[in-house]
Structures are given as structure tokens and as C-alpha cells.
Nanobody, 121 residues
């Protein structure tokens, strides 16, 4: 069984910063690509940023220069640093996603339960 647990969300004022974490645990052989998605009320889930196992990154245009995705392969943990430029339109539930090879050798896409980020004064 594999679990992805996000943390670090909360209420922040415009211009503030937050750091999200996603810890992966369970019967894991390896973790390939990882990503952060977000879903605002009434909108579809969208890709925020992704990172390969080797560290290559990709960002949505709306967060380039403001957010930084990173991972610690030794700790099976994904991060999203949202720097001091948070905007009300960043308000959403943020989800962690990981493509994981289990001990059986099969690859699956896993999701975390989500963490709420609210940007408001």
C-alpha cells in the first residue's frame, strides 16, 4: 500500500509564502516523476509544477518565477515553495501526484488527499 500525505497548507495574506510537503510511504520500489496539481472551486484540476527523478522541472506559466518544486529522493518527499508573491488566484486545494513503481514491478499513479491553500487579506 502506498500513501501520499501533503502538509503545509493554510491561510496566508497576499504576498506571503508557504511551503508544501508531500511525504510518500509504503511498498515502494522507486518514485519516478512527481508533481503538484491544484483545483480551485468551480475549476478543473490543473498542473502547477512537475519534477523528474533527476530533477528536471516544468512549471505552469501562472506560477513561473514564484513557485519552486523540489524533491528529496532519500526521504521520498516532494516540496513546493510558494514564495512571497502569493495571489488570491492561487487559492485552491493542492494535490501531490507521483508515478511509483511498487515492489511488484508495476507502475501506478498515486494522489495525495490534498491540502488547502487560501490567499486572502
Amino acid at each position: 500500500q502506498v500513501q501520499l500525505v501533503e502538509s503545509g497548507g493554510g491561510l496566508v495574506q497576499p504576498g506571503g509564502s508557504l511551503r508544501l510537503s508531500c511525504a510518500v510511504s509504503g511498498s515502494i520500489f522507486s518514485i519516478n516523476a512527481m508533481a503538484w496539481y491544484r483545483q480551485a472551486p468551480g475549476k478543473e484540476r490543473e498542473l502547477v509544477a512537475s519534477i523528474t527523478r533527476g530533477g528536471s522541472t516544468n512549471y505552469a506559466d501562472s506560477v513561473k518565477g514564484r513557485f519552486t518544486i523540489s524533491r528529496d529522493n532519500a526521504k521520498n518527499t516532494l516540496y513546493l515553495q510558494m514564495n512571497s508573491l502569493l495571489k488570491p488566484e492561487d487559492t485552491a486545494v493542492y494535490y501531490c501526484n507521483a508515478r511509483i513503481a511498487t515492489l511488484s514491478g508495476s507502475f501506478y499513479n498515486y494522489w495525495g488527499q490534498g491540502t488547502q491553500v487560501t490567499v486572502s487579506s
